[in-house]
């Protein structure tokens, strides 16, 4: 007897059921995250004989699909897995399919007639991966099967669509950053959150990467895995012998949808590989077309990159983009350097985001001025890979302070002044610029500017003093008028309102001369209108900025308009008319918010803040005034250290706080902490909980000067305004 028999095994009183026929495997690990794409999945599969889900290698295609197959309930006769990674002979398609069923035919008949003889009469799931290489022939296939036999379904899995009629397409994204995250935990049985957050963002959420990392995190911790990361190819080296070969390094992932492309395809991969993030079809006929791969191809390589789910293709404020995965693109970036042509591609995108730039500087005013926002936000990404490449590259740093300056609507206009300043400071710090005075000459003129934002007034004071001094060396009368009048902004935050008037009014003089007329120029007409209001000079400040408004409403430019609302708004609360000085500063901070224009914004909020206690509703005055202090947290110096931006907080603080007593003023004032910037914009331009008391004349304190308040009335002291 054989020796086993010595060890009987336990027998139930009923027979066990058969097993449901099919040869899914079972899953050997837990399944993360996907809810939404498993439901959506499993939706299409009840609509649909044939679904395909589509996406890059290693984002999860097959253990989704393997998922929902499961998931379904196994049809009568079953739900099959056929892979495909290994068939190269379309002729041996239909054999893959006849093994996988366990069928046997010796009668010489064609293995498609075999294949419909035994699915015609069948109700059952084909779960079909690793079709790229053959997918005409599967395709193809599928097709007639599926039109012959009623009861057969596909769900397949690849990086592109079969294309057959009928067939309903899911594209799978990489996982989100919470469910990377929960997958990496885990996997790896660690818990250090922020660190993992980050290696899954560097990983683009891929569940491969993820799985990969994991099974380092058995040797290293989380912050080495971290630093290792720049080689990620090298590193995320699978040692998983059960794992299918292409699953078994990422690079061997990707490359094996390189080996599916077409040379054009590679080679478009390649030249894709210098953009980072979202680009256009226009950014990649000029930067990739000519050399072996004409520019009016372009369009049809890229649908085909489509198809092989190397690129993504997105919708837009700004329209259709495409996008490769960091993954994807270090892959391709690492074939470009192989070529040799890496320098000339990285050029020809540095001169492309160049000449955007310029063209979005000159478009700023303009009515698409919103849209050049927009545009530029888009743009982020591959207008900062093309600063560094200037910033890097021998011989470029001129470029890189070209670019730096021109990006000043930018960085001032849309709440970037702390990224702007980091450009132009590197920038700056370069050699080898010195031909070329008058990039120089613009990357400073626009540091002083972002500088006087953040009220460091040293540095602005610095720089525009070395673009004075610059300018009139070389004979640039442009440069030294912007220094001029940027000299006499860093005066008006310093409270010096008689100097600034004297500068502001002498560039405004020089950019007449020169026939300037931009955001910039109207821009110093509305500071001067501040230096005059600030002054108690009424009437002029207000002929300056309705003179500005009209302008801009002529010229559909919003931006500097805004400023010129600010101005006029102060002017109005000033001569009492708080319901007007409320309706200029709803405008006002709508279009700020619409642009992240955040010094524009606080300013707007402060202001409203005290209309607002003028209208008898210190509490919610006081709710405003806590709303701001966030905002300034993020530009710099709270009102840029002056007294006279500082009066209107200063006066409000003093009458809402006199008027609730200090414990509930410091309650409001958390509220209105913790609201969001959105939330702030939206209680802001709600309508006042408490009329307007009727109008009447106050005065306006000067900085330096004691600040009282008579009942009824806002705080008085020095002179009438107005």
Same mark, same amino acid.
């Given at each position: 007897m054989p020796e086993y028999a010595a060890f009987p095994m336990r027998r139930s009183s009923r027979p066990l059921p058969a097993p449901p026929p099919g040869n899914l495997p079972l899953e050997?690990?837990?399944?993360?995250?996907?809810?939404? @794409? *498993?439901?959506?999945? !499993?939706?299409?599969?009840?609509?649909?004989?044939l679904v395909t889900v589509v996406g890059p290698g290693g984002v999860g295609k097959s253990r989704l699909a393997l998922r929902a197959a499961g998931a379904q309930g196994a049809p009568a006769d079953g739900a099959w897995l056929v892979e495909l990674a290994s068939v190269r002979e379309a002729d041996l398609v239909e054999h893959a399919l006849i093994e996988t069923f366990g069928l046997t035919d010796h009668t010489g008949r064609p293995p498609r007639a075999v294949l419909v003889e035994y699915l015609v009469e069948r109700e059952l799931l084909l779960v079909i991966d690793g079709?790229?290489?053959?997918?005409?022939t599967c395709g193809a296939l599928l097709r007639e099967l599926l039109r012959r036999c009623p009861g057969f379904s596909v769900l397949a899995a690849g990086r592109r669509p079969l294309n057959v009629e009928? @067939?309903? #397409?899911?594209?799978?994204?990489?996982? +989100? %950053?919470?469910?990377?995250v929960a997958l990496l935990t885990e996997r790896a049985a660690v818990t250090d959150e922020g660190v993992l957050l980050e290696v899954c963002r560097r990983l683009d959420g891929i569940p491969l990467a993820v799985e990969l990392a994991a099974g380092r995190l058995r040797a290293l911790s989380p912050a080495q895995l971290l630093e290792r990361l720049d080689d990620r190819f090298a590193l995320l080296i699978g040692k998983n012998s059960g794992?299918?070969?292409? $699953?078994?390094?990422?690079?061997?992932? &990707?490359?094996? !949808?390189h080996e599916l492309c077409s040379p054009a395809e590679r080679l478009l991969w390649s030249r894709l590989s210098v953009f980072c993030?979202?680009?256009? *079809?226009?950014?990649?006929?000029?930067?990739?077309?000519? $050399?072996?791969? +004409?520019?009016? /191809?372009?369009?049809?390589?890229?649908?085909e990159l489509l198809d092989q789910s190397v690129l993504t293709r997105e919708e837009s404020p700004t329209g259709v983009r495409y996008r490769m995965l960091d993954t994807v693109r270090a892959y391709g970036g690492e074939w470009l350097e192989s070529t040799g042509d890496a320098g000339r591609m990285r050029r020809r995108h540095r001169d492309w985001y160049m000449g955007l730039g310029t063209w979005c500087e000159l478009d700023w005013f303009s009515p698409r001025q919103a849209a050049v926002a927009t545009r530029i936000e888009g743009e982020l990404p591959n207008l900062r890979a093309a600063l560094e490449f200037c910033l890097t590259e021998p011989g470029e740093a001129h470029l890189g302070q070209y670019l730096a300056g021109t990006l000043w609507f930018y960085w001032v206009g849309?709440? =970037?002044?702390? @990224?702007?300043? $980091?450009?132009?400071?590197? !920038?700056?710090?370069?050699?080898?610029? %010195?031909?070329?005075?008058? !990039?120089?000459?613009?990357?400073?003129? #626009? *540091?002083?500017?972002?500088?006087?934002?953040?009220? /460091?007034?040293? /540095?602005?004071?610095?720089? *525009?003093?070395?673009c004075r001094d610059e300018a009139d060396r070389t004979d640039n009368p442009l440069a030294a008028a912007y220094a001029v009048h940027r000299t006499g902004c860093l005066a008006l935050i310093s409270d010096d309102m008689e100097r600034a008037e004297l500068l502001i009014r002498e560039a405004l003089v020089r950019y007449r001369e020169l026939g300037e007329l931009n955001s910039n120029v109207l821009m110093g007409?509305?500071?001067?209108?501040?230096?005059?209001?600030?002054?108690?000079?009424?009437?002029?400040? #207000?002929?300056?900025?309705?003179?500005?408004?009209? &302008?801009?409403? /002529?010229?559909?430019?919003?931006?500097? =308009?805004?400023?010129?609302?600010y101005?006029?708004?102060?002017?109005?609360?000033?001569?009492?008319?708080?319901?007007?000085?409320? @309706?200029?500063?709803?405008?006002?901070?709508? &279009?700020d918010h619409t642009f992240r224009d955040l010094v524009g914004l606080v300013l707007a909020i402060e202001l409203l803040a005290l209309v607002t206690a003028s209208e008898g509703d210190p509490a919610e005055a006081a709710v405003l005034q806590g709303a701001a202090e966030p905002v300034w947290d993020s530009v710099g110096l709270p009102l840029f250290g002056s007294g006279y931006f500082s009066s209107p907080r200063a006066l409000c603080q003093q009458q809402a706080g006199e008027l609730l007593g200090q414990t509930r003023y410091e309650r409001c004032m958390q509220q209105g902490k913790a609201l969001t910037l959105d939330e702030a914009v939206e209680r802001a331009l709600a309508s006042p909980k408490s009329p307007a008391p009727q109008a009447q004349s106050v005065n306006v304190p000067r900085p330096g000067r004691e600040t009282r308040k008579p009942a009824g009335s806002p705080a008085k002291g020095g002179e009438a305004a107005g």
């Open positions: 050997l690990d837990s399944f993360v995250g996907r809810t939404a @794409e *498993l439901a959506e999945l !499993s939706a299409l599969m009840h609509t649909a004989r079709f790229e290489y053959l997918a005409g009928g @067939e309903r #397409v899911l594209a799978l994204g990489p996982l +989100p %950053e919470q469910d990377a794992a299918l070969p292409r $699953h078994q390094t990422l690079r061997t992932t &990707i490359g094996w !949808s993030g979202p680009f256009d *079809l226009d950014a990649a006929e000029y930067v990739c077309g000519g $050399h072996g791969l +004409p520019a009016e /191809d372009v369009l049809d390589v890229i649908g849309c709440g =970037r002044l702390a @990224e702007g300043r $980091h450009w132009l400071d590197r !920038s700056l710090e370069l050699d080898g610029a %010195e031909d070329y005075p008058e !990039s120089r000459l613009k990357a400073l003129w #626009v *540091l002083g500017y972002v500088a006087i934002l953040q009220g /460091d007034t040293v /540095d602005a004071l610095a720089a *525009l003093q070395e007409q509305v500071e001067l209108g501040m230096s005059l209001v600030f002054q108690g000079e009424l009437a002029a400040a #207000v002929a300056l900025c309705e003179e500005v408004d009209e &302008i801009c409403r /002529d010229h559909g430019e919003r931006w500097t =308009r805004a400023y010129a609302l101005v006029l708004a102060y002017a109005a609360w000033t001569r009492g008319d708080f319901a007007g000085a409320r @309706e200029l500063l709803n405008e006002c901070i709508a &279009i």
